[in-house]
C-alpha cells in the first residue's frame, strides 16, 4: 500500500505540472483570440486540442522523468511503449484521475488492513486447542471383542489408508461395507471428511487392514479416494469420488491420532508409512498429501510432550482398558 502510494505521488507530480501548463495555455488562448477581436473558440473543439495537448505532454514528462505506472508498481509483463501511453493518457488529464485513484486507495485501505489484522489473529484462536489431544478412546465399536485376536505384543507400525470410497461416505457405511467384504473389524481408526474420528478396532487388538503387517501394526483410514491415475479403472480419475484430497480438518485429526499412537506405543515417525509402502496397492493414492501428514504428526508430538494439559490427557489413556495387550 505504502508503494502504491509513492507512485501516485510521482504521478500527481507530473499531472499537476501537466495542469497547471493546460490551464495557461487555455488562457492564452482565450487572450489571443479575444486580442485578435475574433469570437470566443468553441469550446468542444478547445477541450479535444487541449486534450490531446495533456496527452502528448503526459507521454513526454513520464518518458523524462521515467514515470512509467506499471513499471513502477512492479507489474512486469507490460511492454514499455504501452505502459507510457497508458501513464500519458492519466497525468494527461490532470489531476482529477490521479486524485480518484488515491482517493480509492485511501478508502480501500482500511478495509486491507482489517483484513490482513483478521488473517494474523486467526492462528491465534486455533493456538490453545493445540495443546491439548482431543483424542477420545473407549474401546472403539466393539469394545467387548478384541477384533482378529490379541496382539502378542504392541504395535511398532502404523500404516495410514484411504477408503477408495466418496470423500462424503459417513463412519457406518465404511463398517457396513467392511462387513460385506468380510473383513469386519479392519481399521483401529477411521476419519471422516468433517474432521471426526471414529475409533472402529480395539487398539490393542489385531485388525485385518494391511495383509502381512496386521499382527504388529495400527490401521488408520482417512475416507475418500485419493488416486487418480486414468488407468486404474477403480480410481477418481474423473473426480467421481468427490474432491481428490483429504479436507483440512481430516488430515488434521489424522495427524493427532498418529501423533497419539506414536506417544502411547513409543513408534519412531520411520515407522509411519502408506499402505503401498508394505503392500501391492496405490492406497492411499497419488494425490494423497503423506509428507504433509507425517510433519503434522510429528509437530503433534513434538508440543504435546512439552505441553502439560497433552501429558496428562496421555495419563488417562495409558490407563484405559483395550489400549495395551
Ligand atoms: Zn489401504
Known amino acids: 500500500m505504502a508503494e502504491a502510494l509513492a507512485v501516485l505521488i510521482r504521478l500527481l507530480v507530473v499531472s499537476t505540472i501537466v495542469e497547471r501548463v493546460l490551464e495557461i495555455a487555455s488562457q492564452i488562448w482565450d487572450y489571443v483570440l479575444q486580442a485578435d477581436g475574433k469570437p470566443k473558440a468553441d469550446p468542444g473543439r478547445k477541450r479535444v486540442i487541449l ?20 513499471g513502477m508498481l512492479g507489474i ?13 493518457i492519466l497525468v494527461g488529464g490532470g489531476t482529477e484521475p490521479v486524485h480518484s485513484l488515491i482517493k480509492f486507495l485511501e478508502e480501500n485501505k482500511d478495509r486491507v488492513k482489517r483484513e490482513l489484522n483478521e488473517a494474523r489473529a486467526a492462528p491465534e ?11 477420545s478412546y473407549r474401546g472403539g465399536l466393539y469394545p467387548d471383542r478384541p477384533g482378529h485376536g490379541l496382539r502378542t505384543g504392541n504395535p511398532d507400525l502404523i500404516v495410514f489408508h484411504h477408503s477408495a470410497t466418496h470423500l462424503e461416505t459417513s463412519f457406518d457405511r465404511i463398517v457396513q461395507i467392511e462387513r460385506e467384504r468380510d473383513l469386519d473389524p479392519t481399521y483401529h481408526c477411521v476419519v471422516t471428511a468433517d474432521g471426526r474420528h471414529h475409533n472402529y478396532c480395539r487398539w490393542d487388538s489385531i485388525g485385518w487392514h494391511a495383509k502381512g503387517v496386521n499382527t504388529r501394526s495400527l490401521g488408520i483410514c482417512l475416507v475418500g479416494n485419493f488416486h487418480t491415475d486414468p488407468a486404474d479403472p477403480s480410481s477418481n480419475a474423473n473426480g467421481r469420488f468427490g474432491p481428490p ?14 501423533a497419539l499412537w506414536m506417544l502411547l506405543y513409543n513408534i519412531p515417525d520411520t515407522q509411519v508409512v502408506p499402505h503401498r509402502a508394505v503392500g501391492n496397492t ?3 493414492g497419488d494425490r494423497f ?18 505441553s502439560e494439559v497433552a501429558q496428562k490427557e496421555l495419563a488417562e489413556l495409558r490407563g484405559k482398558e483395550g489400549v495395551y495387550v
Open 51 to 70: 486534450q490531446t495537448a495533456g496527452f502528448v505532454l503526459g507521454t513526454a514528462l513520464s518518458l523524462a522523468m521515467g514515470v512509467r505506472v506499471f
Open 76 to 88: 512486469e509483463g507490460v511492454p514499455f511503449l504501452l505502459d507510457l501511453v497508458f501513464t500519458g
Open 125 to 135: 484462536t486455533v493456538m490453545p486447542e493445540l495443546e491439548t489431544i482431543g483424542i
Open 245 to 258: 484430497q483429504p479436507t483440512e480438518a481430516q488430515l488434521d485429526t489424522a495427524a493427532r491420532v498418529i
Open 282 to 284: 496405490s492406497c492411499p
Open 289 to 306: 498429501p503423506a509428507q504433509e501428514l507425517l510433519d503434522r504428526a510429528r509437530k503433534y508430538r513434538e508440543m504435546w510432550a512439552r
